[in-house]
């Protein structure tokens, strides 16, 4: 097979991402040179989404832009400003460390060699290397995940980890393009290489590239490329579901930000916790969109709330059912097309005592559904309180009669899904490792001992009318994270 033409697909590339959403720690250096806000941006840009980064730094730097600045802030500060990036509480701690450890072992100035960056908290190799090569403008190869991902797309590399990546790239990569590709290749893999359907019907290296292990999107037959384009901006919703644990707290935790960085047409929550006279107006009026509120009759438990852009016909509130109703748990939009039916499903508590309570529950809301399927699409979502299978939670073995992943309600969503109810994110990624729900114990977040219990499901017939779904867990806030799908 012939050498991948890397000089040439590089001079396509950086033509084709100079219209293209600047990768976040490149939008810092263009505004500052300083390679302490640089280093602190890379800091916190690992595992979260380049706005939620930008918003963070926004807010750290408005108070500490220097290392004197930062050492004067106390840990807890430091994690309020950052939230909701990945993390946050580990990122934290590094920034707290970071002034004493340039100041002990480098006189208190940035150093801009890779072996020096790499002894600084929370910086790794490639945080080091893009570091050296952003602020300092010297020779570094920063790998991340696009560049590991793409680079072996293209056969340039084969290799397993994105370090073998960099060592091979160090020997075989022309140096004048060091700096650059690390920013053109996370441009690149942000806007068209995406890891999941890449867009291969409109890039540029199209007729260059070997598309090694890629599964493209496809496209509708008959349709031009640009009509498909016009047709996906101009139908395609983002729903947004999440578990706040109480909304009141995760106002204080970076609630208003993660919901404007998240900007969903239609934006679901479960375990509000509140009536809406006890939120700030700012919450229950968010300017673009109407909310409907069912909180239960207990005050400080369970409920459901929905923000929507677009205009429901009507609003069903509970399942006429008055066992379930009082605790606010199913709220319904019916809107032209589909029914959004946003669930927070009760948990079979210890020892399975509320088991029977969450049977009978989930067998009304099966009904509910299949009812509305009779006459629109449906599409569920919510906190389901279950892990399915085995590789939706961490330890499926020690939990197999705990609740959440008793034989009981995995049997349930074994009869959900065998009725063709699609579970949206398994039909883009099967993955383990990818959870919803992190106990506030132990560290687990931290360690990624989590379950996978919150789902958008879409009935049978409209499984067609899904284009993407997702798992935003580099978002902070509450003990779930949101979850979002694409629908037409």
Known sequence: MPEFPIDRAIALLEKEVASYQVPVVDL???????????LVATILSARTRDEVTASACRRLFKEAATPEALASLSLARIEKLIQPVGFFRNKARFLAELPGALNRQFGG???????????????????ANLVR??????????????????????GYVTTDTPLQTEMVLRA??????????????????????????PHCDRCVLFSICPQTGVVPRKLP????????????????????SWNVNGLRAALDKGFLDAFHELDADVFALQEIKA???????????????????????????????????????????????????????????????????????????????RI???????????????????????????????????????????????PGYSPQERSWMDEVTGAGYVDTFR??????????????????????????????????????????????????????????????
């Not at 403008?137 to 793409?150: E, F, L, S, Y």
């Not at 929507?308 to 606010?328: A, C, I, N, S």
């Not at 009304?364 to 279950?386: I, P, Q, T, Y």
């Open 275 to 353: 009536l809406p006279d006890q939120l700030p107006d700012k919450v229950v009026h968010i300017e673009g969109y109407a909310s409907y509120w069912y909180p239960a009759q207990k005050k400080g438990y369970s409920g459901t709330a929905v923000y929507t852009r677009r205009q429901p016909l009507q609003v069903l509130y509970g399942l006429d059912l008055p066992e379930f109703d009082r605790e606010g748990r199913v709220l319904t939009l019916e809107y032209d097309d589909f029914y959004l039916v946003n669930i927070y499903f009760p948990n079979a508590q210890p020892e399975l005592k």
């Open 133 to 154: 090569a952003v602020a300092f403008g010297k020779p570094a190869i920063c790998v991340d995940t696009h560049v590991h991902r793409i680079m072996n797309i293209w």
């Open 109 to 127: 100035r940035i150093p801009d060699e890779v072996d020096d960056l790499i002894t600084l908290p929370g910086v790794g190799r490639k945080t």
């Open 356 to 402: 029977d309570f969450r049977m009978e529950f989930n067998r009304a809301v099966m009904h509910f559904m299949d009812r509305l399927a009779e006459k629109k699409s449906v599409v569920a979502c919510g906190d389901f309180n279950v892990a399915h299978k085995p590789n939706d939670l961490a330890n499926p073995k020690a939990n197999e009669r705990n």
């Open 427 to 488: 039909k883009f990624n099967q993955e383990p490792g990818r959870y919803t729900w992190w106990s506030y114990r132990f560290n687990a977040r931290g360690k990624n001992i989590g379950w996978r219990i919150d789902y958008f499901l879409v009935d049978p017939a409209s499984e067609d009318r899904v284009k993407g779904a997702a798992i935003h867990d580099e978002i902070l806030g509450s003990d779930h994270c949101p979850i979002s799908l694409e629908f037409i």
């Open 172 to 197: 075989k990569l022309p140096s004048q393009y060091w700096l650059s590709i690390n920013s053109i290749l996370v441009a690149f893999g942000q806007g068209t290489c995406k890891p999941v359907r």
């Open 28 to 38: 810092i250096a263009a505004q500052s040179r300083d390679p302490f806000q640089i």
């Open 221 to 240: 037959k008959n349709i031009s490329n640009n009509e498909q384009q016009r047709k996906k901006q101009e139908t395609t919703m983002k729903l947004v």
